[in-house]
């Protein structure tokens, strides 16, 4: 049983486009998160969520929005991609609280060409 | 905010060898957790081990330990009888106390397991 899944796991796709990133976790948790990995291998949260309300915005742009349609999923939608947009997006979902481990999915490979 | 450093950006141990990877973090908070993350070439990122700050004693998973210094605030992940497997990138991380903040990493150390 997959526990964090996301949809898709490689995207390529020209400068200007529109997409989205699907995430969907079984955990039963009420919390869920978007980090980007970028080509260093910087993590860096940009989205948090508990119950469905936004908690954490970090200094993303305009053209990321995340939509929490119930608890289980969080999806990403990007509007006119930018080249530096390229990275690796993880979603992970925990229980409320610091001390909770956040279970990570396997991360979107996003290319902007 | 919150800072987390990894002064290492690759290590390299012989197989069985035991091997220490470092972490330093600032926070001007009281209750916080820290943790060490595994990240191999698969790109999944897995829990290695875990640390209350509030707990004096050092976590212990296995191989795993670390050694939790908090008036330093520094704390470093110690891998023991290193196995092949071992091989990926090591993130640490603090989480606050809070509810839903997000995981603040480190740059990551790359672990490379000589046979």
């Known amino acids: 049983d997959t526990a964090v899944s996301q949809t898709p796991k490689y995207l390529v796709t020209q400068m200007g486009n529109d997409k989205s990133i699907k995430c969907e976790q079984n955990?039963?948790?009420?919390?869920m998160y978007w980090y980007k990995q970028d080509s260093k291998k910087f993590l860096k949260i940009m989205f948090s969520y508990n119950n469905k309300e936004l908690i954490i915005n970090e200094t993303v742009p305009n053209r990321f929005s995340p939509k929490s349609p119930d608890k289980a999923h969080l999806n990403l939608h990007i509007n006119s991609l930018e080249l530096g947009d390229s990275a690796v997006y993880f979603c992970?979902?925990?229980?409320?609280?610091?001390?909770?481990?956040?279970?990570f999915g396997p991360g979107t490979r996003l290319l902007v060409l | 905010a919150q800072t987390v450093t990894q002064s290492q950006p690759e290590m390299s141990v012989q197989e069985a060898e035991t091997v220490t990877l470092s972490c330093t973090y600032d926070t001007s908070e009281s209750d916080y957790y820290l943790f060490w993350y595994k990240q191999p070439p698969s790109r999944q990122m897995i829990l290695v081990i875990r640390?209350?700050?509030?707990?004096?004693q050092n976590a212990t998973e296995n191989r795993f330990s670390v050694n939790f210094q908090k008036a330093a605030k520094s704390f470093s992940l110690k891998i023991s009888d290193s196995q092949l497997g071992d091989a990926a990138m090591y993130f640490c991380a603090y989480n606050s106390g809070g509810g839903a903040d997000g995981l603040t990493f480190g740059k990551g150390t790359h672990l490379i397991i000589q046979p």
């Open positions: 955990l039963g948790h009420d919390t």
């Open positions: 992970a979902s925990s229980q409320p609280g610091g001390r909770e481990t956040q279970y």
């Open positions: 640390q209350e700050a509030y707990k004096q």
